[in-house]
Structures are given as C-alpha cells and as structure tokens.
C-alpha cells in the first residue's frame, strides 16, 4: 500500500543485517502512515454516519520481548503477542514482534492490523444499538471501510496484491498468534468476509440493519 504521507524508501547497500534494519524501518513508516490515514478517514467521514464528534484515540505504539514494556490497560499489563486496543485508556498498541511477523508477508498487514484496531475505538465511541454481537467481526468490516473509503479519498493507494497479503497474513498466523484466535475473532474465512464487506459497502454495512 501507498498513501500520500508515505516516506517508503528503498535503500542500497547488501548484507542480511541492512535488509533487516531496511524492513524494520519501511515497516515504521508504514505504521505511522496507516495510523494518519485510518484517523484522517474517520476524522473526515464521522459525522456522515454518526452523531457527536470524532475524537481521536491514542497510540502507544510498540512493546516487545527484551525491550519497551507493554503498557497498562486498567491493572494489568498488556500481553505479548498481540495487538490491542484498551478501552480503559483509549488507546492503541501492539507487540512490535506480531508486526514484524506479518509484515514479512507484505506491508497490507500493518495497515490491517492499525484499522482493525481503530475499529473498536470507533465501536467505544457508539451507542450500544450500532454494535453486533460479532464485535471483533465488526472491527474487520470497519477496518475495510476505512482503508477502502481512503483509497476512495485518495490518501491510500492499494498495490497489486495487497489484498492477497491480508488474506495470507491471516491463514500463516491464525495458528500462531493471540489477534488471530479463531474463539475471539472468527475464522480467516470469516475475518476476510468481513473486510470485504466493509471495502465493497462502507461504514453502514458494518452496522445492525
């Protein structure tokens, strides 16, 4: 994917240890670009389908293993493995190991990753009545309402295979990581199906009818 904020490079230079600083660092910028564009999407379009204001959540970023600490939600700390949206603070964050992961197959993941979980800081913001019971299938449908609504915007470009990435991503981890966990979020099958939906119908698919 690429998006007007976009400061991807390509850099010179050989050796495993360069591709891998080359990664994490492309991998940074597409994070950063995903979390202006999914927010100026929902800045732009909130009050198309929702009464009261936007306001933005917040963003921890990054924790991992060995490095930064996850951050609190309520009493206890975040868990590895995973990324997150704490509703007690209002705010984003993630296992910077789980990105890296998923971005090995494809920079679509991170901005998967970043929508998704932005989708359920809009579902905080709704009255109970515009919420289904399938919550996490919902942040799906709302993810690809957002990144499908920037590309109408013409702040997100999808690539050639992108959507194939997403698609990948989550067959390769549904095993592996907790954001992925068939009990919590539904089946790769089913998550897709839901992000189709919200690309192809926008927000108001995504909502009770």
């Known amino acids: 994917m690429l998006a007007v904020a976009s400061l991807i490079t390509v850099g010179a230079g050989g050796g495993a240890a360069s591709a891998s600083v080359r990664q994490r660092d492309d991998m940074d910028k597409d994070i950063s670009t995903a979390v202006y564009v999914v927010n100026r999407y ?20 990054g924790y991992r293993k060995g490095g930064r600490k996850p951050p609190f939600c309520g009493a206890k700390r975040l868990g590895y493995d995973n ?23 494809g920079d679509a993941w991170v901005y998967l990753v970043i929508a998704h ?21 919902q942040a799906d449908c709302l993810a690809g309402a957002a990144l499908y609504g920037a590309a109408a ?57």
């Open 42 to 61: 929902w800045a732009t379009h909130w009050s198309q389908f929702f009464t009261g204001g936007y306001s933005r959540p917040g963003v921890f970023g």
């Open 117 to 137: 979980e932005w989708g359920h800081a809009v579902q905080r913001r709704l009255a109970g009545s515009l919420l289904l019971r399938t919550y996490e299938l």
């Open 153 to 209: 915007d013409g702040t997100l470009q999808f690539e050639r295979g992108d959507l194939e990435e997403i698609e990948e991503a989550h067959r390769r981890l549904g095993d592996e990581t907790s954001w992925t966990d068939v009990s919590d979020h539904g089946t790769a099958a089913q998550r897709i199906s839901a992000f189709k939906r919200g690309a192809r119908y926008g927000v108001s698919a995504c909502l009770p009818r």
């Open 83 to 105: 990324a997150w949206y704490c509703r007690d603070g209002d705010y984003l964050a993630w296992d910077i190991d789980l990105m890296e992961e998923g971005y090995s197959s």
